[in-house]
């Protein structure tokens, strides 16, 4: 439940000010853009000078293209001040990477997420732990802080609580996720026109990369891990980018009997980004916080601290006491 006084503060600042960058976190997802184009909408409709970035690289999954208001992004290098700095679904700076830096610039730094473990690092603090996205939050502080939503920023708020609630799947999708998406729909979005963009435009090269990573996936049945590995010779013999990857994972999910599901995913730089998700039982964000990540207790993730796929497996199973 966000304070009363966190909202009085977020209204004065917005009322105050004309400019703002909106930063969403590094390698962005649903959320993460949805939100941040969303809020970028609803503060340009109130006369905002605005700016939406991520951390490089800045590339966000195609899937997302279709949203409005994805001209706006640019690069970091092509930031030079603004007043507000809103910082969009990320639990701590780190998350923002160089643009740490920026935030001791500008004069209010609000920050909107739902992550457990944020560190309350704004000037305010718009958190709610147990919104299912930071879109939920978005649409529901937007209209007590000055802004209005239209329908364009409505479209985006909702491909952001859709895709983090794995279509109104996960344990996170609450009462208030469903009225909101359904206020959402009643202003003229179709769900059926954000299910084809998101859910409906894969590329046959993904298609059959994930075919291959699902051939050669790993099931311990009796620690119920299942896990598989994407690798930078994966991505070339297909012709994908490592951002088409972003829900791969979720095809894991489908086996019955498994309690977690990981994908190894090689970067450019050598270094393994570890997605994961649990089912209800399994708090699996105290496991990526343990290895220098962070997340939710069924869908978190971190970048690996080992050199290699196979010592990043054992560092994984070591830290959810799987030998």
């Known amino acids: 439940m966000i304070k009363e006084k966190e909202l009085k503060e977020a209204l004065r600042f917005v009322e105050q000010c004309s400019s703002a960058v909106v930063l969403g976190h590094e390698n962005p997802d649903g959320d993460a853009v949805g939100s941040s184009l969303g809020l970028a909408l609803m503060l340009e409709d109130k006369g905002y000078r605005v700016t939406v970035s991520f951390p490089e690289p800045l590339r966000i999954p195609h899937r997302y293209l279709f949203l409005p208001g994805a ?5 970091p290098e092509g930031i030079s001040d603004c007043e507000i700095l809103f910082a969009v679904d990320c639990a701590n700076p780190d998350r923002l990477d160089l643009f740490r830096d ?13 992550h457990p473990d944020n560190t309350m690092f704004g000037t305010v603090n718009l958190v709610d732990h147990e919104a299912a996205a930071t879109a939920e939050i978005i649409y529901a502080v937007g209209p007590q802080i000055g802004l209005r939503i239209s329908k364009d920023a409505a479209l985006c708020l909702y491909t952001g609580i859709v895709t983090d609630t794995g279509r109104f799947q996960f344990s996170n999708t609450r009462e208030e996720t469903l009225r909101i998406a359904s206020e ?3 202003m003229g979005v179709d769900p059926s026109y954000v299910y084809e963009n998101v859910y409906q435009s894969d590329s046959l090269e993904y298609v059959r990369l994930l075919g291959k990573v699902l051939s050669e996936a790993v099931f311990e049945k009796e620690s119920g891990l299942i896990y598989a590995v994407v690798t930078r010779a994966d991505l070339d013999e297909f012709g994908v980018n490592m951002e088409e990857t972003e829900d791969l994972i979720d095809a894991l999910r489908t086996l019955k009997g498994h309690r977690i599901a990981a994908i190894f995913k090689e970067l450019k730089d050598g270094r393994i980004r ?11 964000g105290s496991v990526a916080r343990k290895l220098g990540g962070g997340g939710h207790r069924v869908a ?18 070591g830290a959810i006491g799987v030998d």
Do not use: M, W
């Open 184 to 186: 959402i729909v009643h």
């Open 102 to 114: 920026f935030i001791p610039k500008c004069r209010a730094v609000i920050n909107i997420d739902h």
């Open 300 to 317: 978190a993730g971190y970048v690996s601290s080992k050199s290699t796929i196979e010592d990043a497996l054992l560092e994984l199973k």
């Open 274 to 284: 570890v997605s994961l998700r649990s089912r209800n039982d399994v708090d699996i």
């Open 71 to 75: 001209e706006k992004l640019q690069t």
